[in-house]
């Protein structure tokens, strides 16, 4: 049963956009902070930021004031705007439904990632 389905992904030439999309089943999203991760070839599985139930988020030190994660309650949907794009943004991109307690974060579920390519 896929619960969490990305969109948005694709090819995109240095400095340009991209606004990646994740639709999550209502019963994920309700109760789960959101999440975007990303792994690059060779490299392990990163956090790009997170955004919780009441909208507070965290980005990642390599994304802050390039990406911007929001969530649309209404369709259960979480996004990832993703201006000025590098070459080392170039990774699979993958949504995720998680539980934060302290400084720990739990993974409830994954999507099955998109891929993002940034070209130089």
């Known amino acids: 049963q896929v619960q969490l389905v990305e969109s948005g992904g694709g090819l995109v030439q240095a400095g340009g956009s991209l606004r990646l999309s994740c639709a999550a089943s209502?019963?994920?999203?309700?109760?789960?902070?959101m999440a975007w991760y990303r792994q690059a070839p060779g490299k392990q599985r990163e956090l790009v930021a997170h955004?919780?139930?009441?909208?507070?988020?965290n980005y990642a030190d390599s994304v802050k004031g390039r990406f911007t994660i929001s969530r649309d309650n209404a369709k259960n949907t979480v996004y990832l705007q993703m201006n000025s794009l590098k070459p080392e943004d170039t990774a699979v991109y993958y949504c995720?439904?998680?539980?934060?307690?302290?400084?720990?974060?739990?993974?409830?579920?994954w999507g099955q990632g998109t891929q993002v390519t940034v070209s130089s």
């Open positions: 955004i919780t139930s009441d909208s507070s988020t």
């Open positions: 995720a439904a998680v539980r934060i307690i302290g400084s720990v974060t739990y993974i409830k579920n």
């Open positions: 209502r019963s994920i999203f309700s109760t789960n902070a």
